[in-house]
C-alpha cells in the first residue's frame, strides 16, 4: 500500500533535536499532512513541540532542491554524479586521500552516515568525514571515553522522572528539548519532594521549573563542580567501596580538586558563599541524583573538562547506572547518537571502535573487505575548514547542515569555501547560504521522504518512515553517496538496496567480536528481514544476539561498574582547581556572547522558517541584554545594537532583560543572509576549540555593542516575497498569507514612497497613503483590482509601533471592506477588535494582551489561562511566559 496514500497514518520520528519523539504523519486528500505525537512512542508518549506540531506546516516545495545543479545550471543526475566522483578522484590523484574531506550532519539518518564514513575511511582511505555534530556535543563524547573508556551515555529518560534531584547545567530545557521538560515538570507535579537545581548564566525559561537557579559566570562549570568533588569527600558522600571496586584515579583526582580556596571558587563561578553551600549540600545528601549537561558545557574551549568534572562526581558517589543516577548528555539533533554509532566524526571508527587501535581498524577493514584504511584521526570540523582555506583540501562534500552560517568565523568559513577548487552540497533546500557556493548542489530527500533509523539522546533507535513522494528528482543521501562510490571504481561494496540492507551491514559491524567487550551492539538487529525492519518498534541498545537462557539485557550502564577500559574501571580525570578557575575575561569595554536556540526554531531556519506560526514568536534575530548594560550604552529597548569583533559584525534587535546576567550578551543563532541583512551570529565567533574534543567555544566570545544608529525604521507585510536590496538592515519571516520584513536605514529617508515601491513591489499600483514629514511616519497600503492587499509598509523615526499580528492577517482577506484601507493604515483591525499583542503560545496564536485580559478578568493561574485561552496546554513551552504576564498582572501600579 502506498505510504503517501490519503488518511493513512504513518509511525515516524520527529526530526529537530535528540529527544527522539514518535510522530503519526497523516497525509490529507487536499495535500497537507496531519501531524500528532505518538502515544506509543517511549520518548514522548505522544508529546510534541512547538516545532513538533508544525512539522506539517514545513512541507511545502518553495524553497527545495528539486533537480541537480552544475555550475549554477540545472543538470542531470548522471552529469552531477560524474562531476562530483571525477573532481574526488582528481584531487586523490594529484593530491592524495588527505586532500579530500566531507562534512555531514546530525540530522542524516543513521543508514547515510554509515555510507559516507564507509567511503571515506575505508576506500577512499582517509578520516577526513566530520560533521556539524561536532559543534553540539564532541565534547561529551571526549570527557565519555576519557572516563568510561567508550562513548557510552549511562542512563535513560526514566532517570529524570525518578530522581530526587535533577541538575540542570548549561540546558534550557524548556526550549531547546521542551518534551523532557514536560516529563520533568510532570514528575516534579507527582512528587512534589523532587528539587531541581538550573545552572545558567540566564535566567532562561527553565529556571521557573527551578527551586535554585545558579547564575553562574561564563566558563565556571568546571570550577563549581571541582570544588563540588572536594565537598563531597569532606561530606562522607563518597562511596568509597564503589570507588575502590570500579575506579582509578580518585585520590589525584580529589588532590587536584583540593587546591581551589573558597574564595577562589566565588571568584571562579561568580556565584555567593550561600548559593555554593546549598547546592553542594542538597547534592550530597540525595541519593537519587541525575545531572542533565547540554550545549553550556559542551560549547566551550574547556569543555572536555566541564564533563569530566560532573563524571567525577557521579563517580565519587557510585550515582551512575541505576534508576535515577547518572550524568545525563542531551543531545541536539536528531541523529548525533547515531552518527557516532556509525563513526561520524573524524576521530572515531564505526562500531564505536578506536581508529587509532590496529585491530580495531583491521576489524573494520577486513569486515568491510576495504583496500586501505585510515590510520590517524582525520580533520576536526575548525580545521577542515582551516585546510580548505589554506588549499589543503581541494575537494570537500557537504551533506544537509549550512556551516556557512553555523560554523565560527562563519565569513572566514564562506570565504574558504568561495576559494576551494571544489564544493559539492547535498541539500533540500535551495536558498540555503551553503548551496550558493557548490559547484555541484544535488537534491537530497527530506524528512517526510527519506526512510531509515535515528537514534535519540537515551541510546533508542527509532525508525524515520516515508508518507510522501520524493519531489523533483530528489534521491536519499544514502543512495547518492553510494552512485557516487560506484563511479569512483568502489560499486560492490556499495550496491546496497535498501536503506534495509545499509542498516544490517551496520548491525553487524556492531556484532564483530563483540562478546560485551563493547559497549554498542546491535548483534540483534542483525539480519532483519525487510519488513521487519519497516514494522522495526522503537528500541534502547544494547540489543545483542539473543542466548538461550540469557538475563535480560540491562538498559543502564555501569551500576556494578562493568566500564570499557581495559581493566574493567573508569578513570578519574584530574581537573587542576586553580586552573579551572580560571575563566576567560572578556576585556574592557567588551561583553561576553552567549549564542543559542530560541524556543521555536531549529539550526538555520530551512525547515522551521518556512512555518509562519513558528516565527510569529521570535521573527527576527536579537540581542537580549541586563537593562544597566543597556543604560550604560545608551541602547533603546527594540532599537537596533551593532555587535563587532575581530572576525564579524552582526546587528541585532535589542531585548533589554533582567534575566540576562550583566557583562553578557545573548544571541541565537537560527538568521542567514537568506532572511537577515546582519544576523549571522556566528560570524563573530572565534575559531577556539576545546584541545581536546576539538569542539569550538561558541558560548563565551568577546565583543563590542554600540548602538546602530538608524535614523529610520520600517515594518511591512507583503503577499510576496519584498525587495530588500540596498536596505541597511532587514529581517524576514513567513507570516500567513505571505511574508512579514523589518526594516531599518542609516541615512535621512528622502523618497518615502520610493522605498514603499521598491518593498512592496508595486510601482504600477496606485498606494493609499499617510504622510507626516513632520515626525517622519509614513504608511503605504496597495490593493490589486479585486481589493486585496498586496502589501503595507509602515515607516518611523523609531522603532514600528503597529501590530504586526493584524497587519499581517490582512493578507488573508480576499477583499478588504471599504474602510480597511484606513483602518490599516492607523494600525487597527478592520473589525475593531483589541490587539491580541505578541505571540506567546505558538501552539494555539494566543497572543500576549490577549494572556493580560484574561488575568484582569480573573485568571491567576497559568492553569485557569490554558483552560480559558488553551495557551500552554499542547507543548508546555510558553507556560513559563504566561506566568511572568500573571505575575505582572498582579502587582499593582504605582500610586
Not at 78 to 96: C, Q, T
Not at 431 to 451: I, Q
Not at 528 to 543: F, H, I, K, N
Not at 725 to 746: C, Q, V
Request: charged content about 20%; some cysteine.
Amino acid at each position: 500500500m502506498d505510504a503517501s496514500a490519503p488518511d493513512r497514518t504513518i509511525r515516524t520520528t520527529c526530526p529537530y533535536c535528540g529527544v527522539g519523539c514518535g510522530v503519526l504523519a497523516t497525509p490529507q486528500a487536499d495535500g497537507r499532512v496531519a501531524i500528532a505525537g505518538d502515544p506509543a512512542h517511549p520518548a514522548n508518549f505522544g508529546r510534541l513541540c512547538s516545532k513538533g506540531s508544525a512539522l506539517g506546516e514545513t512541507l511545502g516545495l518553495e524553497e527545495r532542491l528539486l533537480h541537480p545543479r552544475v555550475g549554477g545550471r540545472r543538470a542531470t543526475w548522471d552529469e552531477a554524479l560524474g562531476r562530483v566522483a571525477g573532481a574526488f578522484s582528481a584531487a586523490i590523484a594529484e593530491h592524495g586521500p588527505e586532500s579530500v574531506a566531507f562534512y555531514v550532519s546530525g540530522q542524516l539518518l543513521t543508514e547515510d552516515y554509515y555510507v559516507a564514513n564507509k567511503l571515506m575511511k575505508g576506500f577512499i582511505g582517509a578520516a577526513n568525514i566530520d560533521t556539524n555534530s561536532r559543534l553540539c556535543m564532541s565534547s561529551s563524547v571526549a570527557g565519555h571515553v576519557r572516563a568510561f573508556g567508550s562513548d557510552t551515555v549511562p542512563g535513560t529518560y526514566e532517570d529524570l522522572e525518578c530522581a530526587d534531584l535533577v541538575v540542570l547545567v548549561g540546558s534550557n530545557l524548556a526550549w531547546c528539548h521542551p518534551v523532557l521538560y514536560q516529563r520533568l515538570a510532570a514528575a516534579r507535579a507527582a512528587r512534589p519532594r523532587m528539587r531541581i537545581v538550573l545552572v545558567d548564566p540566564r535566567r532562561t525559561a527553565t529556571a521557573d521549573l527551578a527551586d535554585l537557579h545558579l547564575a553562574i559566570a561564563p566558563d565556571g562549570d568546571a570550577a563549581l563542580f571541582a570544588g563540588l568533588l572536594h565537598h563531597l569527600h569532606r561530606a562522607g558522600a563518597v562511596d568509597e567501596a564503589f570507588v575502590a571496586r570500579h575506579t582509578n584515579g580518585y585520590a589525584e583526582a580529589l588532590a587536584a580538586a583540593g587546591t581551589l580556596d573558597p574564595d577562589a571558587l566565588q571568584a571562579a563561578t561568580g556565584l555567593g558563599a550561600a548559593e555554593i553551600e546549598a547546592f553542594y549540600a542538597l547534592f550530597a545528601a540525595t541519593e537519587t541524583v541525575v545531572t542533565v549537561y547540554s550545549q553550556g558545557v559542551n560549547q566551550s574551549v574547556g569543555g572536555t573538562d566541564k564533563v569530566n568534572a560532573i563524571l567525577n562526581c557521579h563517580l565519587a558517589t557510585g550515582r551512575i547506572g541505576r534508576p535515577g543516577m547518572g550524568p545525563f548528555s542531551v543531545t541536539g539533533q536528531p541523529n548525533a547518537m547515531g552518527g557516532r554509532e556509525v563513526g561520524g566524526l573524524a576521530n572515531m571508527l564505526a562500531a564505536h571502535l578506536d581508529i587509532a587501535d590496529p585491530a580495531d581498524r583491521s576489524l573494520v577493514q577486513t569486515f568491510w573487505n576495504a583496500p586501505t584504511m585510515a590510520r590517524a584521526p582525520g580533520l576536526k570540523a575548525v580545521d577542515l575548514f582551516s585546510a580548505v582555506a589554506s588549499g589543503r583540501i581541494r575537494a570537500l562534500w557537504i551533506m544537509g547542515t549550512n556551516p556557512v552560517v553555523s560554523m565560527p568565523d562563519a565569513d572566514a568559513v564562506r570565504a574558504a569555501l568561495a576559494a576551494c577548487p571544489f564544493v559539492a552540497v547535498s541539500d533540500v533546500s535551495a536558498s540555503a547560504d551553503t548551496v550558493a557556493l557548490a559547484h555541484v548542489a544535488l537534491p537530497a530527500a527530506a524528512w517526510g521522504e527519506k526512510d531509515g533509523t535515528v537514534t535519540n539522546s537515551e541510546r533508542r533507535i527509532s525508525r524515520q518512515r516515508p508518507f510522501l513522494p520524493a519531489p523533483g528528482e530528489a534521491r536519499p543521501d544514502w543512495r547518492i553517496v553510494c552512485d557516487v562510490a560506484a563511479r569512483m571504481g568502489f560499486g560492490p561494496a556499495f550496491a546496497f538496496a535498501s536503506a534495509a540492507e545499509v542498516f544490517d551491514e551496520h548491525a553487524r559491524l556492531t556484532a564483530q567480536g563483540n562478546g560485551g567487550s563493547r559497549d554498542l551492539d546491535l548483534g540483534g538487529l542483525a539480519g532483519l528481514e525487510p519488513a521487519a525492519y519497516d514494522r522495526l518498534d522503537p528500541v534502547q541498545w544494547p540489543v545483542p544476539r539473543e542466548a538461550a537462557g540469557a538475563p535480560p539485557v540491562e538498559r543502564r550502564f555501569f551500576g556494578q561498574g562493568g566500564f570499557f577500559h581495559a581493566d574493567g574501571r573508569a578513570r578519574f580525570v584530574s581537573l587542576d582547581g586553580r586552573a579551572a578557575a580560571k575563566a576567560a575575561e572578556p576585556g574592557e569595554g567588551l561583553f561576553t556572547l552567549n549564542t543559542g536556540r530560541v524556543r521555536d526554531h531549529w539550526h538555520t531556519m530551512t525547515r522551521t522558517g518556512l512555518s509562519a506560526r513558528l516565527s510569529a514568536h521570535i521573527a527576527e534575530p536579537y540581542c537580549e541584554i541586563h537593562p544597566d548594560d543597556a543604560r550604560d550604552l545608551e541602547l533603546e529597548p527594540a532599537g537596533l545594537v551593532r555587535l563587532t569583533s575581530p572576525h564579524g559584525t552582526a546587528v541585532l534587535r535589542c531585548l533589554v532583560s533582567d534575566r540576562q546576567r550583566r557583562g553578557s550578551v545573548f544571541a541565537p543563532m537560527h538568521w542567514s543572509a537568506a532572511n537577515s541583512s546582519h544576523g549571522r551570529v556566528d560570524a563573530l565567533v572565534a575559531p577556539r576549540v576545546d584541545p581536546v574534543s576539538g569542539q569550538p567555544g561558541l558560548k563565551a566570545s568577546p565583543v563590542r555593542l554600540a548602538p546602530f544608529g538608524a535614523l529610520w525604521h520600517g515594518f511591512a507585510v507583503c503577499r510576496e516575497r519584498p525587495g530588500v536590496e540596498g536596505l541597511d538592515y532587514f529581517a524576514l519571516a513567513r507570516a500567513e498569507g505571505g511574508w512579514r520584513l523589518e526594516a531599518a536605514g542609516r541615512a535621512a529617508l528622502e523618497d518615502p514612497d520610493a522605498l514603499a515601491a521598491d518593498i512592496l513591489g508595486v510601482r504600477r499600483v496606485a498606494l493609499s497613503a499617510y504622510r507626516d514629514g513632520a515626525t517622519g511616519t509614513h504608511r503605504f497600503a496597495a490593493h490589486d483590482d479585486e481589493g486585496r492587499l498586496v502589501g503595507a509598509l509602515f515607516l518611523s523615526r523609531g522603532p514600528v509601533a503597529v501590530s504586526r499580528r493584524f497587519a499581517a492577517e490582512a493578507l488573508l482577506r480576499d477583499r478588504a471592506p471599504d474602510p480597511a484601507p484606513l483602518s490599516l493604515l492607523a494600525g487597527r483591525d478592520g473589525a475593531q477588535r483589541p490587539d491580541p499583542g505578541a505571540i506567546v503560545c505558538s501552539c494555539f496564536s494566543v497572543g500576549v494582551n490577549e494572556i493580560a485580559a484574561c488575568a484582569s478578568a480573573g485568571a491567576s493561574s497559568v492553569q485557569a489561562v490554558g483552560a480559558a485561552l488553551k495557551a500552554g496546554t499542547n507543548c508546555g513551552s510558553c507556560r513559563s511566559e504566561i506566568a511572568a504576564i500573571l505575575a505582572r498582572a498582579a502587582v499593582p501600579e504605582p500610586a
